[in-house]
């Protein structure tokens, strides 16, 4: 019997790996382009380690190529990402080597191009990200352990009668071919079993999908089962702040964009001001200081505040399917002499990058821009941000932002910083702003790392600026949210649509708009809604509300169920316009139009009879001595 059960065990291992060979054959033939497969295997081919027989690529060959800043650190826990994603769908294959089969699961996983095979999965790869970057509480460690030469070993024991891997996954992709028994590996050690029986099945939707197209789900969930539950994985809080630096920095990067344009510009002060981002979405899974942060809340945060966090690795990822050695100007030719003898082409030099931004702001520079743009698409804002009203240079005042912004037909980002202010007032301005608000219920929010009591707050206004008198403006899109100390955001609620308020009282995010008289009995204190940032008249204050009940314009935070207020004293204040060139012409055509206009209204033109111009207007009550009847017949 003993004998019977070691036989089947090592039956179900080939049945896994053969399956996990066959996944690596569809997606190289449903998901990459001829032209694509042939430029991966010329990067693949040219940089691969080969040991063997065996090629395949070690963590400095994939930071070297993928040209991962060092200053940043985050190298080992892209690869352990690696080494995790290509032993999909099975995490007991995990870490694997990083063969030309584990490559191209990677890619497609990366790049999310499964759409084309796994029609389930698309929901759910951040799950699959999750367990990339895990380890388990019981072992908490900063990095997985690397492949070892036990592991080549055995691949070599294994394949010692087969064909080169490489071959049998892209060149054999077109024709299907699944005749070769895939390689083993060790496994994770935090992924073997440790007495989770009684625990609930984990199932993983994407591996279910791609087992599915396979027909294989009953090996998928036995493997499943050997498998350490999710519930018990952490992500490690130093490896989670190294990876969030580099997605900030490559959140602009496009698909043909070497990284190593955006690292040079990696000074002492760029990667401090790095940190400091970072350190505000890293508390956000992490206030109270945890060794880890838990797939609980990371599946939580992520939807919510920082739904394209991992946007970046898709560009980043897609440079495998794009070689330099490849010179498409030139017909294909068909010998191999001609290959050899053909002279080498000279790489053309990158252009110069064009600005992210047209100038920084006092709040937002490129750092803070990225970290917007883990929530708000990049496409709306790399290269397409303009600044509309800068405090600094503007004035601080409702008159300047009417004049600079109001003409401007696209949606804006409001940024405002400021310092928290005492529980008890200072000074005759403190105490005269703190007098307009109803008596303060709430504590102070969070502090995180940020022992000063700075805080950022801003708003994404998806309408064009308008005065409100009677009626908020806004929209479905309308987003209100916290940049520092720590990271948030609280989108539009239907429950009110209380969404912006402009009047002569300040600015208001999910206020109501103020009485246009007082109305006895009822409080004249500025009305502030459940969720909600309102700047007073003379833009010198503000306060931010967040009652965890809701029920106002926005959602509460779906993480923190706290409630909290900060008046802050605001230091400095932007409106970025989202939009390019055809909507500041707009913009500068509205300008055009209304000083043509108000010019029109100044000059009015008198005929040759003076007297009975003069007698006209007085008729109309618009000269002469009629007080300030206005005309009025009465």
């Given amino acids: 019997m003993g004998q019977g059960h070691s036989d089947e065990h090592v039956a179900r291992n080939v049945s896994t790996e053969q ?3 066959q996944l690596s054959l569809r997606f190289a033939n449903k998901c990459f382009t001829p032209l694509e497969i042939t430029h ?6 040219s940089l691969a380690d080969e040991q063997d027989g065996i090629q395949y690529w070690k963590e400095e060959t994939l930071c070297r190529f993928l040209a991962i800043p060092d200053a940043l650190g985050p190298g080992p826990i892209i690869y352990q990402m690696a080494t995790y994603l290509g032993a999909f769908p099975f995490p007991s294959l995990a870490p694997s080597i990083l063969t030309i089969g584990a490559m191209v699961k990677v890619i497609v996983i990366m790049t999310e191009r499964y759409g084309t095979v796994l029609k389930r999965g698309r929901a759910d790869r951040n799950k699959l990200l999750f367990r990339s970057l895990a380890v388990f509480d019981r072992r908490m460690s900063s990095a997985y352990e690397k492949p070892s030469q036990e592991l080549l070993d055995s691949i070599q024991d294994e394949k010692s009668e087969k064909v080169d891997t490489s071959d049998a996954v892209l060149e054999d992709a077109r ?3 699944a005749g070769h028994e895939p390689h083993s590996a060790l496994g994770f050690a935090v992924d073997r079993p440790a007495n989770d029986a009684d625990e609930e099945e984990d199932d993983d939707e994407l591996a279910l999908a791609a087992l599915e197209s396979l027909d294989a789900i009953e090996v998928f969930k036995h493997d499943q089962r050997a498998d350490t539950k999710i519930h018990h994985a952490q992500i490690p809080v130093d490896n989670f702040r190294r990876l969030l630096m580099l997605l900030l920095v490559i959140a602009p990067l496009d698909s043909q964009e070497s990284l190593s344009r955006h690292a ?4 002492a002060d760029r990667v401090d001001s790095l940190g400091q981002v970072a350190d505000s979405i890293l508390w956000t899974f992490t206030p109270e200081q945890s060794a880890g942060i838990s797939y609980q809340s990371f599946n939580k945060i992520i939807p919510a505040s920082l739904p394209y966090m991992f946007d970046g690795l898709n560009p980043l990822f897609e440079h495998f399917l794009f070689s330099k050695n490849i010179d498409l100007s030139k017909r294909k030719r068909s010998s191999a002499t001609a290959q050899t003898n053909s ?3 000279s790489p053309i030099p990158d252009a110069p990058l064009e600005p992210l931004l047209p100038r920084t702001g006092d709040i937002l520079n490129l750092d803070i821009l990225s ?3 883990f929530f708000i698409k990049g496409t709306n804002l790399f290269r397409r941000l303009r600044p509309l009203y800068l405090g600094v240079d503007a004035g601080f005042s409702l008159g300047s932002i009417e004049q600079k912004v109001f003409n401007w037909r696209a949606p804006s980002i409001l940024l405002v910083s400021g310092t928290r ?11 005269s702003f703190a007098e307009t608000l109803p008596p303060k219920r709430f504590p102070n929010g969070e502090s995180g790392n940020n022992s000063h009591g700075k805080v950022i707050f801003g708003a994404y206004i998806d309408v064009p600026w308008k005065h409100t008198y009677k009626e908020a403006i806004g929209g479905p899109e309308m987003l209100l949210f916290q940049l520092s100390p720590l990271h948030e955001v609280f989108g539009a609620s239907t429950v009110s649509k209380e969404y912006l308020t402009f009047t002569k009282t ?3 995010f999910g206020c109501p708009p103020p009485r246009s008289e007082k109305v006895s009995g009822l409080s004249s204190h500025t009305a502030l809604g459940p969720v909600s940032l309102m700047l007073d008249s003379s833009l010198e204050f503000g306060v931010f509300t967040h009652d965890s009940t809701g029920g106002g314009s926005f959602h509460p935070s779906a993480t923190r169920k706290s409630d909290w207020q900060d008046r802050f004293e605001i230091e400095n204040l932007e409106i970025w316009g989202c939009g390019g060139d055809e909507e500041a012409e707009r913009q500068r055509a509205a300008w055009v139009f209304e000083e043509r206009e108000a010019e029109a209204r100044r000059s009015v033109k008198l005929g040759k009879d003076i007297e009975a111009d003069r007698a006209l207007l007085e008729m109309a009550g618009l000269v002469g001595s009629h007080g300030n009847s206005g005309g009025s017949m009465g």
């Fill in 19 to 21: 399956l996990s060979h």
């Fill in 40 to 45: 991966f295997k010329d990067i693949f081919r």
């Fill in 175 to 177: 024709s299907q071919a």
């Fill in 264 to 267: 040079e510009r990696l000074t």
């Fill in 343 to 345: 002279p080498t082409v």
């Fill in 371 to 373: 970290q917007i743009s």
């Fill in 421 to 431: 202010l005492p529980s008890t007032p200072k000074g005759s301005r403190e105490r």
């Fill in 506 to 508: 300040g600015v208001g």
